[in-house]
């Protein structure tokens, strides 16, 4: 949109934003897939087109984009074909803690066998004997890791 001297207005939004304002298509899809060691992957477009995907067009700080990640893109045509530019993703990222976070049903096996090794340590420690160094240490070790898998 251009103003009375012919300059172009934006009013403050990036082009992807005033493209959708003004009812413009923007190009979505999912990544098909993407290999981090040669920096790039395909995205299978709404429309049925494969398009290229490059490492340089993903948003700073995401590092892989996983198969089935719906995104949303402009679209240069490259040497080989159509090549997405300014991917935007739009599923959201999970977080760390939650990619890693053992599902609840493996943490109540877990937290059952940890019982059952604690229940051993205690009736120890009620007849006055301590656990070995090395036993200690594994016991110890098995807590934090619990704990931590817990506070995920």
């Known amino acids: 949109m251009r103003d009375a001297t012919g300059s172009l207005v934006t009013c403050g939004e990036t082009p992807r934003e005033f493209r959708r304002a003004q009812g413009i298509a923007v190009p979505t899809g999912k990544v098909k897939w993407f290999d981090t060691d040669r920096g790039f992957g395909f995205i299978a477009a709404d429309d049925g087109t494969e398009v290229f995907l490059h490492a340089s067009a993903l948003p700073a700080g995401i590092g892989t984009p996983k198969p089935g990640t719906r995104v949303d893109f402009g679209v240069a045509d490259g040497r080989r074909g159509p090549q997405a530019l300014a991917v935007k993703l739009l599923d959201p990222v999970p977080s760390v803690a939650t990619v890693q976070r053992k599902p609840a049903d493996d943490m109540a096996v877990i937290v059952e066998d940890l019982i059952k090794v604690l229940d051993r340590v205690g009736n120890d420690l009620r ?9 200690a240490e594994q016991v110890a070790t098995l807590l934090r890791a619990v704990a931590d898998d817990l506070e995920a």
Not at 127 to 135: A, Q, V
């Open 127 to 135: 007849r006055g004997r301590r656990p070995e160094k090395s036993r």
